[in-house]
């Protein structure tokens, strides 16, 4: 009986009474405790790399758009390097992300998206091949444990979301632009 004399208490501010029925009904959706469901809320953008899903922090993405229409080469680049585009006025480096990882170029489809990372010093688009949206989860269902994935990409990896059977990598855009690999984008 003490969850109904909590939202009581909450009877004179109907926001915060919204949000707080609305955080139980995702923890009761998700068959969350209400030990678990009281935690901090991570949210990142999922999106698929191949057969993979991972996620990005959501203060690690500015932005998701559409591929570029116009994407111009820069010659002398690694192969992973897809061009530079216009995006409202300012040049963008675009990113193969599978290819930089060395799983083999991204076919662009009409689902292939560009993260734009949201990093001070580097500007970078990664090139995914699909977004899938906003996740949310709750900070008791991270893990430190890098798990395994077929594109062999641990490196950049802050650790995992786990929920039930299902297991989201962290990708973290912050390690990856400041990588030396990455930072190598002269072809040799």
Request: proline fraction near 5%; include cysteine.
């Amino acid at each position: 009986m003490q969850g109904a004399t909590g939202l009581r208490s909450l009877r004179e501010r109907p926001f915060d009474l919204l949000r707080e029925i609305d955080r139980r009904a995702r923890a009761a959706a998700q068959g969350q405790t209400e030990a678990t469901a009281s935690g901090s809320e991570w949210v990142g953008v999922a999106f698929r790399l191949g057969g993979e899903a991972f996620l990005l922090a959501r203060e690690e993405t500015r932005e998701v758009l559409a591929y570029p229409a116009a994407i111009t080469r820069v010659p002398g680049a690694r192969g992973w390097i897809r061009g530079l585009s216009n995006v409202r006025g300012q040049l963008l480096p675009v990113v193969d992300l599978r290819a930089f990882l060395g799983a083999g170029a991204t076919t662009v489809t009409r689902t292939s998206r560009v993260l734009i990372a949201n990093h001070r010093e580097i500007p970078a688009g990664l090139v995914v091949d699909e977004v899938m949206g906003f996740r949310r989860f709750y900070e008791g269902e991270f893990s430190a444990d890098l798990p395994p994935t077929l594109l062999r990409c641990e490196r950049y990896l802050a650790g995992a979301f786990k929920r039930g059977a299902e297991v989201w990598p962290v990708f973290s855009v912050k390690t990856l632009l400041e990588s030396p690999q990455f930072m190598q984008a002269a072809a040799s």
